[in-house]
């Protein structure tokens, strides 16, 4: 008979007697947070930026959840290149399960949210937002977007009582979430296939913009030939065109160095700093679409502080409608935001994002 049992018992038992008893148990200081698994799944960022797509698709097809779920737990991800929005899918999946989701993803057209549970939240009402969830024991997962004229999406995880705030993102031809939650830069950058890309796609739509307003003359190889009524953009066009390695990685900087990394946010950083940034665009955002005053370096400066990355819908000094107007003029801005309130303690939405991180995983895998 073996030995190795009784040890481990009477171990235990001398450690449960000599101990405090209000120390955690060995149960709960293993548990894996939903952080942990989100930060595995983003080295897939890219191949699971399908998952969006394949979410809203099997939404409009199946008439309850049950359908909804087993429609979605066959998908295999097949995405290329991440983007904002494609990220959150994924991320606050990993959080709430797939039956959650549904009714979002059966509702929300992706631009007026109010059928889909968001909630319109202007600059003046964040904190007050915020704050009055602040000391939940529950884990609260918000799905913030700006919308409408601008376009950025992202994920806050706010901790049980009291305990903090991260941020999740990713954007569009920029930044990948793998890199977003790197302790470090190195190797990330990779001028068209990295986790820190230039923005290609947004230099071939400006290539295309140029070569209609002038008859294919104009290109951002040939700035001279930009026709006089544009000649103003022309700064804009010079910095989309010589951005490069330098710039990506100091932009990035700005934000990921306070906010990435997956660092806890404080309470006090979160309100204090955080909050009041996006209160700042929201209010400039929303009172100033379709209007063509002059964009402020103060508005571009804070976006990049944030996100890591220029708006490409805007750039100082240039009028503020002159890109939103001539793509998204049938459209108004808003800054919305859903609640999903997680049940259960920290073992159950452990338990939770363990089984929903799997099917992820899952769906990586070859039918």
């Known amino acids: 008979m073996s030995l190795r049992p009784w040890c481990a018992a009477a171990t235990a038992l001398a450690l449960a007697a000599c101990g405090n008893s209000n120390e955690p148990s060995p149960q709960a200081s293993e548990l894996v947070s939903c952080h942990e698994r989100i930060r595995v799944l983003s080295a897939h960022d890219r191949q699971l930026a399908s998952r969006a797509d394949h979410k809203s698709q099997a939404a409009r ?14 998908s295999r991800e097949d995405g290329t290149a991440f983007a904002c929005g494609l990220t959150r899918a994924w991320v606050t999946e990993v ?49 913030v977007r700006h919308t409408g004229t601008e376009d950025h999406v992202f994920t806050v995880e706010q901790l049980p009582a009291g305990s903090g705030y991260r941020i999740y993102q990713s954007y569009v031809s920029a930044y990948s979430l ?21 923005w290609r796609g947004l230099q071939s739509a400006v290539n295309s913009q140029l070569a209609r307003v002038s008859g294919g003359a104009a290109s951002l190889d040939n ?17 989309v065109r010589d951005y490069d390695e330098a710039a990506v990685l100091a932009n990035f900087e ?29 209010t400039y955002f929303r009172q100033n679409d379709h209007l063509g005053t002059a964009f402020p370096e103060e508005i571009w400066s804070t976006w990049i502080e944030l996100y890591a990355s220029p708006n490409p819908l805007h750039f100082p000094e240039l009028p503020n409608n002159f890109i939103t107007d001539l793509l998204l003029a049938d459209r108004d801005y ?4 859903l609640e999903v309130v997680l049940p259960g303690d920290a073992q159950a939405v452990s338990a939770a994002c363990a089984e929903n991180a799997r099917v992820l995983e899952a769906s990586l895998q070859e039918p």
Do not use: C, N
Not at 109 to 136: K, M, N, P, W
Not at 223 to 239: K, Q, T
């Open 223 to 239: 700035l001279d030939a930009v026709p006089a009524g544009f000649a103003f953009a022309r700064p804009y066009y010079e910095y």
């Open 95 to 143: 959080f709430e399960g797939l039956e959650r989701q549904y009714p979002e993803y059966r509702h929300d057209d992706g631009i007026d949210g109010s059928r889909a549970g968001y909630t319109v939240v202007h600059g003046d009402e964040l904190a007050g937002f915020f704050q009055a969830r602040a000391g939940r024991d529950a884990t609260t997962v918000y799905h």
């Open 61 to 74: 097809e199946a008439p309850d959840a049950e359908r909804f779920v087993t429609a979605m737990r066959a």
């Open 254 to 282: 700005r934000a990921w160095t306070r906010y990435g990394q997956g660092r806890v946010l404080s309470a006090e950083t979160f309100f204090g700093d955080y909050l009041l940034k996006l209160a700042r665009l929201e």
């Open 178 to 198: 793998k890199a977003w939650l790197s302790e470090s830069t190195s190797g990330l950058f990779e001028a068209d296939t990295g986790e820190l890309m230039i």
């Open 334 to 337: 808003r800054l919305e935001v």
